[in-house]
């Protein structure tokens, strides 16, 4: 079946630091895999995708490597800031005329000033 | 552009009450997936409508179902309503004949039953 592993939070990072949040799926087929966020009290907002093996989906300093051979989709930023404190959703659609999404857990991420 | 938008915004029921939650898609967009999100957890697919007839469903019992009018606007109706259906229950629209398969959004509604 398809499924989405992510690293637990909560992840509390000082101002500035490197962020790295580990996903993982498992496939039948080729999806495509994206990064969610939710800010507080808000819906999910798309952060990046990518839609085939090694395509590396960018935005707002976020960066995401498809990686096949692995298949894990780990998300990085160089430097983060307290406006990116937030919960992240790794997620997969798994293609082949089905779109429905198939989210991981979330990761909460606490950025201190 | 109108982006995607939800009603009510929360909702307090008891148990075994029933709830319709509405749904409205982004402009251009002709279908609509309905994901619940419990606390602390990632959404899950409850079930996608396109060109008013379901087209995939999750692991949801009947008494979760929904609607698409002619204008691609949807409803989720549950009924019988349990304790452990309260969740954030979020609506995406997307453009299904696109080629792309990005689904946009909606902010959703907070269901708290009692």
């Known amino acids: 079946g398809n499924s989405v592993t992510q690293m637990e939070g909560p992840v509390t990072l000082s101002e500035e630091a490197f962020l790295t949040i580990n996903c993982t799926y498992t496939?039948?087929?080729?999806?495509?895999l994206f990064w969610y966020v939710q800010y507080p009290g808000e819906g999910l907002q798309l952060l990046l995708k990518a839609t085939k093996a090694d395509d590396k989906g960018s935005n707002k300093g976020f960066e995401a490597t498809y990686r096949k051979e692995t298949t894990s989709f780990h998300l990085e930023k160089g430097s983060v800031q307290v406006s990116d404190s937030a919960v992240y959703f790794c997620?997969?659609?798994?293609?082949?005329?089905?779109?429905?999404?198939?989210f991981g857990k979330g990761t909460r991420l606490h950025i201190l000033p | 552009e109108t982006g995607v938008t939800q009603s009510p915004t929360h909702l307090i029921k008891t148990r075994g009450q029933q709830v319709t939650l509405r749904c409205s898609s982004q402009?251009?967009?002709?279908?609509v997936s309905w994901y619940q999100q419990a606390l602390g957890q990632g959404p899950q697919f409850i079930f996608q409508?396109?060109?008013?007839?379901?087209?995939g469903r999750g692991n949801f019992p009947p008494r979760f179902s929904g609607l698409q009018f002619p204008n691609y606007s949807s409803e989720l109706n549950v009924n019988a309503l349990e304790l452990d259906d309260s969740a954030l229950y979020l609506c995406?629209?997307?453009?299904?004949?696109?080629?792309?398969?990005?689904?946009?959004f909606g902010p959703g509604t907070r269901l708290t039953v009692l």
């Open positions: 496939a039948t087929g080729y999806p495509s």
């Open positions: 409508y396109y060109r008013e007839e379901e087209n």
């Open positions: 995406a629209s997307s453009l299904l004949t696109s080629g792309s398969n990005e689904q946009f």
């Open positions: 402009s251009g967009h002709n279908t």
């Open positions: 997620a997969l659609v798994p293609g082949n005329r089905d779109d429905k999404i198939i």
